[in-house]
């Protein structure tokens, strides 16, 4: 009882640093107000792959990027709040690479965010990226399925994380050519149960070229998913704009 008297009455008093300028701050989330304002906002986009386009006005009309209206990818739309830059780069190379797992809810947060206003028409499932078992015991956990559980929860979505494997460990992507990211990827997935899903998001933390996606995208529908969105935190910026 005295404990929870002294947390109610104290804890207002020793405020806890911002992740990213380690000022005082009380937000629950751990990122001062002003970070959170600076957090790269992804405003204008592709509608399908959701690549940001170079200009910084908001999205009027729903354009489609050169990539998709040439061979339109196996998902039907994109829902990434964010562009991977500085400093949202840093909090999320942080969770994959150092595994501090308390920026999970923040980044999460803000995807429900751009999310909550869309009350109906929402996928029956959300199907993390899978990692390949051996990389998974390397790192210990999937920052895409940690972040993923948060979401479906406030979102009141089921999350199927045994519906889909990775067959293959997957050598970093990272400096590879488009091509050959394509060649890594080829049949890197399988859908490993029968399932009756017309409607599913997948979700991932940062889609960089879209192959990843796209690859697990085709598994899901051959095996008879009509409709799959891509679902995740962040996008990189498209290098030719
Ligand atoms: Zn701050
Ligand atoms: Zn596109």
């Not at 940001?52 to 209206?69: D, E, M, R, V, W």
């Not at 061979?71 to 949202?88: E, G, M």
């Amino acid at each position: 009882m005295i404990y929870n008297w002294l947390k109610n009455n104290l804890s207002g008093l020793f405020s806890k640093q911002c992740l990213l300028c380690l000022s005082p701050t009380n937000n629950k989330h751990l990122l001062c107000s002003d970070c959170e304002r600076d957090l790269p906002e992804n405003k204008s986009y592709c509608i399908i792959c959701a690549i940001p386009f170079a200009t910084t006005q908001p999205t009027q009309a729903s354009l489609i990027c050169g990539k998709c209206q040439k061979s339109p990818p196996f998902y039907t739309t994109s829902l990434i709040p964010h562009i991977y830059t500085s400093p949202l780069k840093q909090l999320i190379s942080n969770l994959k690479f150092q595994g501090n797992l308390t920026h999970a809810p923040l980044l999460a947060q803000n995807f429900i965010r751009s999310i909550e206003h869309r009350k109906n028409n929402l996928p029956e499932c959300i199907i993390p990226v899978p990692l390949h078992p051996q990389r998974l015991r390397e790192r210990g956990f999937n920052q895409a399925l940690e972040l993923a559980r948060i979401i479906a929860r406030k979102l009141n979505i089921p999350l199927d994380y045994a519906l889909c494997q990775r067959n293959k460990a997957t050598p970093f992507q990272s400096g590879l050519s488009a091509k050959q990211r394509k060649q890594n990827l080829k049949n890197a997935f399988c859908v490993t149960k029968n399932h009756s899903y017309k409607h599913v998001a997948i979700f991932d933390d940062v889609v960089t070229t879209g192959t990843t996606v796209n690859e697990l995208a085709r598994q899901l529908k051959q095996s008879g998913v009509e409709t799959i969105e891509v679902w995740a935190i962040a996008r990189t910026p498209n290098k030719n704009n």
